[in-house]
């Protein structure tokens, strides 16, 4: 069955400091999200992108967030200046169109990114 | 915008009891509510969802009743197994390919 995976499992960083997380999404999906989940904490939304766009963020995705979608198979998410509350887990999620309006979203492993 | 909320956050069911997890939300347009399951260092996966227009859906042990009126939905697990022992979430989601708005998770651990 495929799956989305993520790369790599886990990001160590110094303070300030750029950090790009990839995914590859299903290969048949179009819609891609990028959530974050803090240490004991509820899962949160960052940023859903759709035909080369970002479709909607959040709050947390500020200007030192980016994604991109560079060669039709990878999703990346990019943090231009790591602070140390950007230490989470992040999961990349993709949804395909197998019709309907009720699609579920698929999850990668995620990236555990330290900031020191 | 939307705001799920989930209770409780810790739930410890003896082997073979039924475990029940609640969660509410607050936008009325919410059509979509999946549950999650996260074991321990392991992604988030799908174990059972339910449409706005359906009042409960069942799989196996697993079973989900949607109350639109009141904005609630639960998951109930029957004859609890060690295996499900992990964290459970529940989502609620507006839009056909919107994102997902994320209760606080609930851990749940199943003792023998």
């Known amino acids: 069955e495929p799956e989305v995976t993520q790369t790599p499992s886990h990001q160590v960083t110094q303070m300030g400091q750029e950090v790009i997380l990839r995914c590859v999404p299903i290969?048949?999906?179009?819609?891609f999200y990028w959530y974050r989940q803090i240490l004991g904490q509820k899962v949160e939304f960052l940023v859903s992108f759709y035909n080369n766009e970002i479709s909607e963020k959040s709050e947390i995705f500020d200007d030192q967030f980016s994604v991109e979608r560079p060669d039709g198979s990878n999703f990346t998410l990019k943090i231009r200046s790591t602070k140390l509350e950007d230490s989470a887990m992040y999961f990349c999620a993709s949804s395909g169109t197998s019709g309907g309006s009720y699609n579920e979203q698929f999850f990668g492993p995620g990236t555990r990114l330290t900031v020191l | 915008g939307e705001n799920v909320e989930q209770h409780p956050s810790t739930l410890s069911v003896q082997e073979g009891d039924s475990a029940v997890i609640k969660c509410t939300y607050s936008?009325?347009?919410?059509?979509?509510f999946p549950w999650y399951k996260q074991e321990l260092g392991k992604r988030p996966q799908l174990i059972i969802d339910?449409?706005?227009?359906?009042g409960e859906k069942k799989d196996q042990r697993i079973a989900v009743t949607l109350n639109k009126t009141a904005k609630h939905f639960s998951l109930h697990i029957t004859e609890t197994q060690p295996e499900d022992s992990a964290v459970y979430f529940c989502?609620?989601?507006?839009?056909?390919?919107?994102?997902?708005?994320f209760g606080a998770g609930t851990q749940v651990v199943v003792t023998p």
């Open positions: 290969s048949n999906h179009l819609y």
């Open positions: 989502a609620a989601r507006t839009d056909s390919w919107g994102k997902f708005q």
């Open positions: 339910i449409r706005s227009n359906v």
């Open positions: 936008d009325s347009a919410s059509n979509y």
